[in-house]
């Protein structure tokens, strides 16, 4: 993981957990990003990031469900 944020240093790592209730080990990853353009961009980074690679090399065959979601902070809110 600090390979990957490492690679671009204009995003910010807010949380990173799994859930042990519901859907079992469902990890989630929440970034900050100045822009769904940002996004990409840092994905399409960390993808040129070896240990990176190699660590989804190993993760990805077990995984069984993939989700993405962009949200944008309320106007007016403290994230704003």
């Given at each position: 993981m600090p390979h990957k944020i490492a690679a671009s240093p204009d995003t910010e790592l807010l949380f990173f957990g799994f859930?042990?209730?519901?859907m079992l080990n469902n990890v989630i990853e929440i970034?900050?990003?100045?822009?769904?353009?940002a996004c990409i961009a840092a994905r399409q980074q960390a993808r040129k990031v070896q240990p990176w690679r190699?660590?989804?090399?190993k993760i990805t065959p077990k995984v069984q469900h993939f989700t993405s979601y962009f949200m944008y902070p309320v106007?007016?809110?403290?994230m704003y």
């Amino acid at each position: 993981m600090p390979h990957k944020i490492a690679a671009s240093p204009d995003t910010e790592l807010l949380f990173f957990g799994f859930t042990d209730i519901g859907m079992l080990n469902n990890v989630i990853e929440i970034w900050r990003y100045p822009s769904a353009a940002a996004c990409i961009a840092a994905r399409q980074q960390a993808r040129k990031v070896q240990p990176w690679r190699e660590t989804i090399g190993k993760i990805t065959p077990k995984v069984q469900h993939f989700t993405s979601y962009f949200m944008y902070p309320v106007k007016g809110s403290p994230m704003y």
